[in-house]
């Protein structure tokens, strides 16, 4: 396949390209096809975004025939028949069954947007500058949000200073042993400590980009609470791990918290189409109308698959469950991969359908094996500010049989990997 | 209608549904169809996104063709056939033919995601922090480029104090007799005027949001001598006048300025999907891989769309006569109109088919107009810091009988409102 | 002299000691005595700091009574006799002979950290963080300050971006035929200028190190209506140009505005001892006890030279009158000067006794002038932002003769780099 | 005495005046007197400025020789003969001799301005502008400086945001387990931490104005490590703890570390007379002229006291013997008293002349035994975030007698103050 025209046409910032260096043409469910005909298994999913995977008939029929009906296409922020069909779904499939109470705020389509919303609304709200955002957090790159991104790749590009952000330390960022909260509370509670009072937290419950750190449940649990005992409003970031990634909707279901604030982008459309949407507890909703604005803020199409997806997929608990299974088949795959190659560092970490096969920091090693298994058809991303960390991220919906082979795949590059390297003696590796 | 699932559940935030209560279900062309199947004229084309129309069959045809196809619809930044075809596309049809020469950065499918790369691009080129925006312009609403947008209404909502910015007077904005440019200069040439070194420039060549501010050719010549000059580079935000609007593909085309930086969104996709496009010099693409990235940063609907846009249309001269025909139209009948209302205070401005009928600031005349002609079927927006310029910004494909109808509509409520104010002697109205 | 100590010990930032590269080791009255015991004429006053000349002994003996009292000399904020007496002295002889209302506070003994008070006050008091100050303003060049100090090589040196800041044209910046005040109008009226909501303004009535730039009455009165409509608090800084410079005790007497906020230092002391104190309208004071510290905030032996200096020169108007008569001979004399130099491009411009003799921008012509002044036995300072005007600022008690000498060393050294630079032909110059 | 002057005249803004309610005419070594003639112990001495006690007859004789002889009072910073001596004595006595190679930038005579201008080189020198700071760090309330300040009191006051600096935990803030060093280390080391790359470490060795928290020899070495092997500059902000404090005359003396930047102002003069100083690793001097000002930076009075208590203190090593001494017997006497109030929390810190009584935070336990104790005849201040910590701060000059009375005061007034609240059982305190 020809790349020249990328090469010499696209910008230097190009990223996936370089890792996957084809051209893909169709996608159907887990699998990427490439002009050439050859199939691909996808563990990358659009790193979040396809949840339900490619092409998902079930909406892309639903798309069509709206477009065949000239449904409204774009339409700013004016009320639309389609607008209208998604906020009562998501009332009704999604809010009212878990007794959540939130207004919605669609901001330009992308995650971004939402999390620029949402930090503006905790300032207003709360009258302060500063919010709190957490080592190896990533909430996107434009101005607002970025300044709570941590990787420092992003933070230079932006070739100014980066404000009105205190990072803290993630859960377990300090190894197992280190209650990092405890260190955000006396931080707090000390008026001179030098952290300026925040307006907010903004959280990811599992850090996706920052290299599949999870965060415990007694950990958010008692953020909610530092929240609450500081009067800080509490922003969950679930734009990469909402929409079902942990077989709940929101990934902070199964902990209990109620946060003030969510962002969700990515699978919320369900069809990979761009959407955002910020979740707001009535209370704080102090917007002034048409004060944060944007062109595409009312994705029709995306309205109309997202309420598909909703009813395909959120009328009972049957993907919760499926996703628990995969989960489960998942784990104790790389468990066995990570038990076998003993002696080389690997550990794992995730939760529900986002897995993170840790590597050594320091080498490529996580990007050779990612390189390796592409080599045999399988998509898989490496995460984590050194990316260290492949992230095993299949559609929910991808058949067992396929993600076995995508397992079988990352499996054998990995031993390919570690032996080429004189990680692993061969022998170890066949008794593995 | 009842629009109470929207009062209950969206944010204060939401803006056009107020102006036009109603819901919408279908459109087509340069008409808007309620739920209870009334039709309405739109002289708003989604703020300059539907240039070509909406539901624009040529362009749908091609969508729904893909989507049958299982064509890839989010790939992130991976090379995919669509996006392939659309950079040979823009290359073939718009670079090449007018002697330009841009590599091309897919940022996060919102005009301003784009602007926010633009400005990060161009601060890392020169090591500076520091851009000119002008007064009344408007980039956006993220961190950084809302620093760059002059309206309060956007800025205070931020919450933080936005920097790195210095606005400067646009063209006109001290009336005719003032060159503004001048007055740049002078603080450019003197190390004691407060102004630090700025980067870059970045300007709207018409201000739609800003109230229908036209630049004159000699201004914005002016502007890129200053940049020269100054080594400061020229940012042109072509995101709501480009793509056709002014009749040229580009708003500057007609000035002869090459700026080194342009940012495309809105009628980009020619059908309303979200994209957005940043054009670089070669030599300034300085990026480093993956620094500025974005889950839907390649719309391969987009691609779609756009791609079949520019072939529809951007083959031959065809559509730019036509714009040039319209504006003439527009431009005679507004004209008229102001005429016969003279002692109003109503004035026209604006290029190719972005014309705005200014009235007296202050009062709310042109809301009042836009209210009116609601009524009567026709929708059109207000712009300007105090909403006091009426933006007729119908698609460019608008039949001839549809435009001449909306133009009745804004006339007779523009006597309408006027009469009512007592603003107009009946007598001369009867005259005009 | 050698001077080699400090070219070996002190940092390359040292400036003036490059203009005068002799060692001084002796003062009196308006007089420098180097180690070689030649005298120069001091028409620099220690950039106005030293109004009542060096070694005042109407002062030092006071100070010398003091020391030998035991005194206390270092007392922080707590209260001392020394501090009492000095309230006491400004409030009989300064504020309510002027029926000013003011309260006092006082900050480290440098102007810049009065100004840093003073900014921290107006954006308490208003809630505001963007403050307006002018073009070829000086206000010191500590954070806070230096980002309302127009000079690009300060702001430079600061190495990070300096915001909440608007600059806007000092009087005249345009040219007489410009109307500066109108553009801040217009900006301020403008919720779509991009400026952001003032605290307040801070504005220096006549700009000494900007070069000696004149806000005319007028100016200063439509700037105080402009403060009063735009619900904005006054600054003036009258650091430089306070305690008697012009004639009156504050510069801002004679045009009639009452500001909220007033900084002084310089010549408070009267002796050249460092002093700084803000003056503040009685209801504008909600600082918290102890939220501006500094080491030395009550400088006890500043607080006793002050007070006799308030005895000595301000329980009458001899003072004012002498210091009229002695700016309108300098004046005279300058105007003279530019007369017989005619086609050289000098001008005059001041007020009281702080007079500017301006150069054509952009060469170093007034730098020449300096230099060949001080070969001759005068110390002549240059100032604005591309050091082009000669500020004559000799002391408010400079002897008559004295003063006259000064005047003919600048003169003749005008004349005599004016010849060798072919700028005046030798007809004119014995002419003049 | 009558404070009303104070009360209707000085800001609110005033503090010490409200802890000693007293007015002080005069003053000697070791001794405040009132103006009621009533003697009180100071073991304050202007919060670190009066090492060598108040009036020093050494240095103001020779202050008063040098009014008598006209010597240059003020300068801004042209060459003086008190200022050669100066830097002839500093290199003599205090640089060459501990082998140290430093130049001398002289700022506004402030301590916050020495820092401003510290912080501005390390900036300019990395081209970077974050910097890292301490938590209960001070460094001064000017913009710059406080950006780096912890405590929230002074930080809040400034009505902005204040950015570029990174706190991290000071040696012992999670107490004795934690090494916190490792804590800055984890973070400069990862990419993906949030902490943008500083340019520098500004660092209290003992932190006065915090709460007497004293950083280990080893700590500080680990500090140093860190700086080099991350490419950091390293400043010691000396200026309450240097001149003497500790023993030696810098603080950092024991440790072994090099900094690259030291800033002194406090005891300079050794008079009390304001005076700062920046001292700066040759290398590391690319000051461009004049770029940094301010109209007292050469305080010549200053100067000369400096120059002689340096030639009075620092020719042999008698007063680091007698601080040394002193340290003891403080030390030992605390250690006592926090011995007989076993139950009460106290504890006791510092190390030379500094020397921290700390009590249970969140009570005002140390603000009432210092009021106690200034009723006895004792002046005594607090420190630390919420004034928990009373700081013993004698004279390094101060008479055996006199140390001994003042402490005797304090332990009679917090035995007075904790039986008053029952905190201690007279039985115990008897005993005591």
Request: aromatic letters at 8%; glycine letters at 12%; a neutral charge.
């Amino acid at each position: 396949m020809d790349l020249k025209i990328f090469e010499r046409m696209e910008s230097e910032v190009r990223g996936y390209i370089r890792s996957f260096p084809v051209i893909f043409s169709k996608a159907q469910g887990s699998e990427l096809i490439d002009e050439r005909g050859r199939r691909y298994i996808d563990f990358f999913s659009g790193a979040g975004t396809l949840n339900y995977g490619h092409n998902n008939p079930l909406l892309r029929d639903r798309l069509v025939d709206y477009l065949a009906s000239d449904g409204v296409v774009h339409g700013l922020d004016m009320a639309t028949s389609a607008k209208k069909y998604f906020l009562q779904t998501l009332d009704r499939l999604i809010l009212k069954p878990r007794g959540l109470n939130y207004k919605a705020q669609f901001t330009g389509p992308t995650g971004t947007n939402a999390v620029e919303a949402a930090l503006k609304l905790v300032r207003q709200v709360k009258g302060r500058q500063n919010v709190i955002a957490f080592t190896h957090g990533f909430h996107g790159v434009s101005g607002g949000s970025l300044a709570t991104t941590a990787n420092q790749k992003f933070r230079v590009a932006a070739g100014v200073a980066l404000g009105n952000t205190s990072f803290m330390p993630f859960d377990g960022y300090f190894g197992p042993d280190v209650n990092t909260m405890a260190y955000l509370e006396r931080l707090l509670d000390d008026p001179g400590s030098g952290l300026d009072r925040p307006a907010a937290v903004i959280v990811e419950t599992i850090q996706g980009e920052g290299g599949v750190n999870v965060a415990s449940q007694g950990w958010l649990r008692e953020l909610e609470h530092l929240c609450r005992s500081h009067d800080m409003l509490l922003v969950v970031d679930d734009i990469q791990v909402g929409c079902g990634r942990t077989g709940h909707f929101f990934s902070f279901e199964s902990s209990g918290i109620s946060p003030d604030i969510v962002t969700l982008s990515k699978s919320l459309s369900g069809f990979g189409l761009p959407m955002s949407l910020v979740l707001i507890r009535p209370e704080l909703d102090i917007w002034k109308p048409g004060a944060h604005s944007g062109t595409f803020r009312g994705n029709n199409l995306a309205f109309v698959t997202a309420s598909q997806a909703m009813e395909s997929y959120w009328t009972d608990t049957g993907l919760s469950e499926r996703v628990a299974a995969k989960e489960c088949f998942v784990r104790d795959w790389l468990e066995n991969l990570v038990h076998s190659c003993r002696g080389a560092g690997l550990s794992v970490r995730g939760r529900g359908l986002i897995q993170g096969l840790a590597t050594p920091a320091g080498d490529d090693l996580a990007q050779r094996i990612a390189r390796r298994a592409f080599e045999q058809g399988l998509v898989i991303e490496t995460s984590g500010a050194r990316d260290e960390v492949l992230k095993v991220l299949p559609a929910l919906t991808i058949p067992h049989e396929l993600l076995g082979r995508g397992l079988e795949i990352l499996e054998r590059s990995t031993n390919d990997v570690l032996e080429s390297l004189g990680r692993i003696p061969r022998m170890l590796k066949a008794a593995g």
